[in-house]
């Protein structure tokens, strides 16, 4: 069990410590001079430390080995306090510093040393009291801590060794046989020591073998170094009793050098790609390996002794040639190294893949795996119904542009498009659209009716296309979607015509239905106004020369849309008691001059002031007959309604034979006194 001095006793002895101190520079000169006489030497012992102090009137002996920050190998100028100490965790070393007082009531400033196994030689500054029953020292700055390797991490405490116990601890040590051939060999490190006083042995490598890694008191550690096949020296550090030596051994003899690569060349792709050669050679030779290329990059290996591996980096080659590198070594040794250019390869990206029937644009997008893999788009030469309208060619990624006709087959077709070896493969679906066409004729002559119009509407009812026939009596609905279709047919004069069932659409085909029209006949229809009509009490005579005169309009009208070419107008005159009068009769010329239009045209009228005289004032009725052809050339004749005219009473006395006017036409008819007369 670690013993520490008892809290109370140290405070005690701090209390009555010296207050002259010590400036943060150690003194160059003992500050106080010793009475009585001092002591010249302590020890100090709680595990895991056995401390052995040596007080020196300044001039006298050191602990050989004591160092300083200010000296390494021996204690400074003014030092005057050195001494060796040992930790039972394994390692040992000498102090050397400033004792302000003396050993029974004093204060230390000073540094610990120690070798690490490695070799390398630890300090640190270390203070704090000491009298004649302990010591606790804090520890202060590393002076080298061996890179963290410092065994020197904490304060120490120990307590004033026992009255029997030995005196304090001094070490000596040395060596022989530390220069030893590359063959190996043995050697010796003595160690002189005061009894009961324990001391440490290490070896910083492993080819140095250590008899025994602890002693106390005199003793020997021997040592034994492996055999050497390097060609080069090597050496090793011995730390024993807190010393150390240095352990020599020279190289193996020069190795006869055959220097050889066990492979001559090697191919890669452009992808780039790690790789190794062997050296073989025997153990000792050195060697070195380079690239002439700075693609080609050794990675380890560029340099070696005996049997090794270079191994290398083939950077990815970011051209289209190939490349061809060397790595040469010790002895003329050559290893090719061939990376292959770049094989383009391409990915298409086609937008849309299927093509509606109908056409249109699409796209494809060109990736390939090199910016500078060039391409060129072609269209398979089956696929005439694919053009390319822009992108056909360029460089790394891109886009073609692709026009499609559209598909009048009921088939689906298939084209591809290819750039390098990668095609992009388009369906087109089947056209569903089909066409109608029919001639329409006239029922009369068989004769092409033009200008009829055709109304197709789908079957169930929706949107309805519209066309007219041509002079030939031709109609045509081009890309109608397949399916079933009412047909109407219509034309002024002809009774319209209606498909008997729903007319089939097939997709790709051209379906046809011809018509017969059936031609109307004439039909004339009459309007008077006024009816019935009267004398004009103001005008009488209509300025005529004749007794009376009745004024209405008449307004002839065809109702079936056939034009009518009027031939003969007959007006019949008829007396009040409904007997007949007598007739007029007129030809076509006189209907055009006096309605303004000969013939009537289908569904249309024409209309003519009407001044019809009698020489007697009791009225009747007037009625017109017409007569004439159709387009067709077909007969008519129709006997319109009568015109009434009222008897007309004049309001004093009669006046006869008024001037001015002009008799279109007289009618006498036998036996009869009275005269009838149409004017314009």
């Known amino acids: 069990m670690r013993r520490y001095l008892p809290l109370g006793l140290l405070l005690a002895v701090l209390a009555h410590l010296s207050g002259c101190g010590e400036s943060p520079n150690r003194p160059s000169v003992v500050t106080e001079t010793p009475v009585s006489p001092p002591k010249t030497s302590a020890r100090f012992i709680q595990v895991p430390w056995d401390i052995s ?76 009291p000491i009298t004649t029953t302990a010591l606790n020292w804090s520890p202060g700055a590393h002076i080298n801590d061996c890179g963290g390797t410092s065994p020197l991490t904490s304060g120490i405490q120990a307590a004033a060794a026992p009255p029997n116990a030995p005196p304090p601890c001094t070490y000596q040590a040395s060596a022989t046989g530390t220069n030893v051939p590359s063959a190996g060999g043995t050697g010796t490190v003595s160690v002189t020591a005061g009894e009961g006083c324990r001391w440490f042995a290490t070896s910083s490598v492993d080819f140095v073998k250590l008899s025994v890694s602890e002693g106390t008191a005199a003793g020997t550690v021997q040592f034994t170094v492996a055999a050497n096949t390097a060609i080069t020296q090597r050496t090793a550090t011995l ?109 298409l990206t086609p937008a849309p893949s299927t093509v509606p029937f109908t056409g249109g644009p699409a796209s494809i997008a060109v990736v390939a795996n090199a910016a500078v893999c060039p391409w060129t788009a072609t269209v398979s030469s089956t696929a005439t119904w694919i053009t390319i309208t822009g992108g056909a060619a360029g460089t790394g990624n891109g886009t073609v542009a692709l026009t499609f006709a559209a598909n009048p087959t009921a088939q689906p077709r298939v084209g591809t498009v290819s750039v390098g070896s990668a095609t992009a493969t388009f369906t087109q679906a089947p056209t569903t659209l089909g066409s109608l066409t029919g001639t329409v004729r006239n029922d009369v002559n068989g004769q092409p009716v033009a200008a009829a119009t055709v109304t197709l509407t789908p079957v169930p009812p929706g949107p309805a296309r519209i066309t007219t026939t041509n002079a030939a009596g031709v109609y045509t609905f081009s890309n109608v979607q397949q399916g079933a279709y009412n047909v109407l047919i219509q034309r002024a004069g002809f009774v319209d015509f209606r498909s008997p069932a729903p007319v089939s659409i097939v997709a790709a085909q051209t379906t046809t239905f011809n018509a017969t029209l059936v031609a109307r006949p004439v039909n004339l229809q009459i309007t008077w106004d006024p009816n019935p009509a009267s004398v004009n009490p103001m005008a009488i005579t209509c300025d005529e020369t004749e007794n009376f005169c009745w004024r209405s309009t008449a307004t002839i009208r065809e109702t079936n849309g056939t034009a009518a070419t009027v031939t003969t107008w007959l007006a019949n005159f008829y007396n009040a008691d409904g ?97 009838n007369r149409i004017q314009r």
């Open 579 to 675: 007997s007949f009068s007598s007739t007029i009769t007129r030809t076509g010329a006189d209907f055009a001059t006096s309605f303004g239009a000969n013939p009537i045209p289908g569904n249309a009228s024409v209309s003519s002031l009407r001044l019809l005289t009698r020489s007697t004032q009791t009225g009747g009725s007037v009625e017109y007959v017409i007569s004439g052809v159709d387009p067709f050339n077909r007969n008519f004749s129709f006997v319109l309604p009568r015109v009434v005219l009222n008897p007309f009473t004049p309001p004093g006395p009669s006046l006869l034979r008024q001037p001015g006017g002009a008799v279109m036409e007289d009618d006498r008819p036998a036996g009869g006194s009275s005269t």
């Open 239 to 347: 730390v024993v009793a807190g010393q150390s030596f240095t352990i020599t051994q020279a190289g193996a003899p020069a190795p006869v050098c055959n220097y050889r690569l066990n492979g001559g060349e090697r191919t890669f792709d452009a992808s780039g790609a790690r790789g190794g050669v062997d050296m073989r050679v025997a153990a000792g030779c050195a060697w070195q390996a380079q690239s002439d290329a700075p693609w080609l990059r050794i990675t380890s290996g560029a340099s070696g002794s005996g049997d090794g591996t270079v191994s290398y980096e083939v950077a990815a080659n970011p051209g289209l040639t190939q490349r061809v590198g060397t790595i040469t070594a010790t002895g003329d040794q050559d290893f090719t190294v061939t990376q292959l250019g770049i094989v383009c390869q391409f990915t």
């Open 53 to 128: 102090l040596f007080f020196n009137i300044p001039g006298g002996a050191v602990v050989a080995g004591a160092t300083t920050k200010a000296t390494s190998g021996g204690a400074a100028e003014g030092d005057n306090l050195t001494g060796t100490f040992v930790n039972s965790t394994g390692f040992a070393g000498t102090l050397t510093g400033v004792l302000t007082g003396n050993l029974e009531n004093g204060t230390f400033n000073g540094s610990l040393s120690t070798v690490t196994q490695s070799g390398c030689t630890a300090e640190r500054r270390f203070s704090g």
